[in-house]
């Protein structure tokens, strides 16, 4: 990534955080956005899905999660394993016991045994029509969504407030396409 990348990704991760939060004081989105995933992607009972425990004003995802562990599919959640790695997932169920990671996220226990997911929604600061997302600049998801991919098919869902959306989201050689981009108001396929 060069300089400008970075400070252009610097100062818009500024500025997509104080959108994001305005947002999300206007109040929650769950049963809209799960309305939206339902109608436009067909998850099958046997998937591996992975979402994320939500910070700060984060679209909570959780609701969706226990949608899908109703309808069968093995939910996970990631855990962060050290810096400069994919993430690794974990099974989770809803009023399991968990741990804090090392960016004070709670994450399953080792216990709770690793997944591979089939179906992955993705946090995100902001996001571009062409299926870019501004994450929080670890790179984590990239490298996972990079990596799962060389392993088998997948589908990376990006979940945001639709106000979330900014078509000069910067990209870079390292930053991984989504599959879907799915707000409150639409869900709508990445055409690669």
Not at 38 to 67: H, K, Q
Not at 118 to 123: E, G, K, M, N, T
Not at 127 to 154: M, V
Request: hydrophobic residues 45%; proline residues 6%; charged residues 25%.
């Amino acid at each position: 990534m060069t300089a400008s990348l970075f400070d252009l990704k610097a100062q818009m991760r500024v500025d997509a955080r104080r959108t994001r939060d305005a947002a999300a004081a206007r109040g929650q989105i769950g049963a809209a956005l799960a309305a939206n995933i339902e109608s436009a992607i067909t998850i099958p009972s046997t998937a591996v899905v992975s979402g994320f425990w939500p910070i700060g004003s984060e679209v909570d995802i959780m609701p969706t999660l226990a949608r899908y562990a109703a309808l069968g599919c093995a939910v996970a959640l990631p855990v962060v394993i050290e810096r400069g790695t994919p993430l690794a997932f974990r099974r989770w169920r809803d009023g399991d016991d968990m741990d804090t990671g090392p960016f004070g996220i709670a994450e399953p226990k080792r216990a709770a045994g690793d997944l591979s997911p089939d179906v992955l929604f993705v946090p995100m600061l902001s996001f571009s029509r062409a299926g870019f997302r501004l994450g929080y600049g670890g790179g984590f998801y990239d490298r996972t969504l990079r990596g799962l991919r060389a392993q088998k098919s997948i589908v990376a869902i990006g979940v945001a407030f639709a106000v979330q959306e900014n078509p000069e989201t910067p990209h870079g050689s390292d930053d991984e396409q989504l599959d879907w981009i799915v707000t409150e108001q639409k869900a709508f396929k990445i055409e690669t």
